[in-house]
């Protein structure tokens, strides 16, 4: 008999129970199930409405069942459908009558919600964390790289010469971006809902609070029926996990373009590469094209959790039972990502000379010979026609900017002189850059220098904050 089944007359079809069931996915919140429980039940004896005893039967059953749970010696069933209603079979059976009063004051409905937001707050903890080595990846390999020159690009054609430092940096800014998200979320998500009831909250005199305090929540939910149709904080984790992996699919794409002979910026090493069935000569980037690929698949979790919530009215609806394996997916295929990205890049060769010779072409210093004209007073337009027509002229030479003469380039501008040679040289284009922000070595160094402090008082403000692992 189903513990809901005392006014069905008759078993549910095996179809039904298949269908229905979402033990096959959900079992992964066990610990938060057990755990919550836990708190529960002590806040039904310190309430007085179960005795000590009876909380005292359930605890232990309920940590004997974590222990049995772990080492494999009991097994979820799909008869009992859910995480929830497992975990209080295994108990009921464990210790007759006092597991039966668990369930007193709560609802499948606001215990979901409760499993569910301690989950994800565990696992928020756990991305932080490989955010933070992936930002020190890069902070690394920009120390590293504070001096090696490479191209910048517009439009994937060289634009400017640039640090590859710098370039580095740009996704430690977007990883910064990336983590106040899911520190934004981590608060919205730390909100307790147990007490909740099925919709309506319960006449008995709950302790909310106290539960809230036992599990390490930062507050309570103020309304019953949000509290158990609440998802938001399923979809925001989604949203800042479709954005994180739009960063390092962009960081794969660059993996995948500079590892390529014609590129040839860089080799990855040969525990992150794969080959070819067929070809000897292949080393390929299928991780990178991997985390590339499955950027879409988080971004089709994002979308399945806004479609299932579009049109639910209140309060709780069995539809939300499809909202785990979309979140569950993407917190899998995020971590997975972050865990293979840090190491692959950590572990690659970056080839400076490559990327320094790469720089000289594509006329990357136009720019710069049209500051050096602005400088000596020609208005940057008439300026930008000059140095197009001095490319212009390359162009049909096969020559570099740095190679015309200076006689040569007297006929463009007779403000031209001989110091034009090192202004336009690709070292003194990306040193002359010391804007904030900009990617000359000495700024850099700053913003690597900054980068660093960041780290620290983010760790710190996330400790602090009480989000830091318990």
């Given at each position: 008999m189903k513990l809901w089944g005392g006014r069905f007359s008759r078993e549910s079809?095996?179809?039904t129970e298949d269908f229905n069931a979402s033990i096959s996915f959900d079992n992964r919140m066990y610990k938060q199930d057990i755990t919550g429980s836990i708190a529960h039940a002590r806040m039904l004896a310190k309430q007085e409405i179960i005795s000590a005893e009876e909380r005292d039967l359930i605890v232990k059953g309920l940590q004997e069942i974590l222990q049995e749970l772990e080492t494999g010696q009991i097994e979820?069933?799909?008869?009992?459908?859910?995480?929830?209603?497992?975990?209080?079979?295994?108990?009921?059976?464990?210790?007759?009558?006092?597991?039966?009063?668990?369930?007193?004051?709560?609802?499948?409905?606001?215990?979901?919600?409760?499993?569910?937001?301690?989950?994800?707050?565990?696992e928020m903890n756990e991305i932080k964390k490989l955010i933070w080595d992936l930002q020190e990846t890069l902070l690394m390999l920009a120390e590293e790289h504070i001096h090696t020159i490479m191209p910048g690009y517009t439009h994937l054609q060289k634009a400017q010469p640039i640090t590859l430092a710098h370039h580095l940096m740009a996704y430690f800014e977007m990883l910064k971006r990336d983590s106040g998200r899911l520190e934004d979320c981590y608060h919205r998500t730390n909100v307790m809902p147990l007490g909740s009831g099925a919709l309506a909250g319960t006449g008995f005199d709950l302790d909310r609070e106290f539960v809230k305090d036992e599990l390490g929540f930062a507050a309570t939910t103020l309304n019953s029926l949000d509290g158990v149709s609440d998802r938001d904080f399923a979809i925001e984790f989604s949203s800042f996990a479709s954005i994180l992996m739009m960063h390092l699919s962009r960081l794969a794409e660059e993996i995948i373009l500079w590892s390529t002979q014609e590129f040839a910026f860089i080799e990855l090493d040969d525990a992150f590469a794969t080959g070819s069935s067929i070809m000897p000569q292949k080393k390929n980037p299928d991780l990178a094209e991997l985390i590339r690929g499955k950027t879409g698949r988080v971004y089709g979790d994002l979308i399945t959790l806004l479609t299932i919530m579009k049109a639910l009215p209140l309060a709780y609806n069995k539809d939300m039972q499809e909202d785990k394996e979309a979140l569950f997916d993407a917190v899998d295929t995020v971590k997975k990502s972050l865990m293979v990205m840090t190491p692959m890049l950590k572990t690659a060769n970056f080839h400076a000379d490559k990327m320094a010779e790469a720089a000289k072409g594509g006329f990357t210093n136009a720019t710069d010979l049209a500051d050096y004209l602005a400088a000596k007073g020609v208005p940057f337009r008439d300026a930008h026609a000059i140095v197009g027509r001095a490319v212009l002229y390359c162009s049909g030479e096969g020559k570099s900017l740095d190679e015309i003469p200076l006689e040569r380039y007297k006929e463009f501008s007779a403000l031209i002189e001989e110091d034009i040679y090192q202004y336009i040289a690709v070292q003194s284009c990306a040193a002359r850059r010391k804007v904030t922000g900009g990617p000359a070595p000495k700024t850099v160094r700053k913003a690597i220098d900054a980068g660093k402090v960041w780290m620290q008082n983010n760790r710190k403000d996330w400790q602090n904050a009480g989000d830091a692992p318990r």
């Open positions: 079809d095996q179809l979820f069933t799909v008869e009992a459908e859910d995480i929830h209603m497992n975990i209080e079979t295994f108990l009921t059976a464990k210790i007759g009558t006092a597991g039966k009063k668990l369930h007193t004051a709560r609802s499948r409905n606001d215990q979901v919600a409760l499993d569910l937001r301690m989950y994800l707050k565990d």
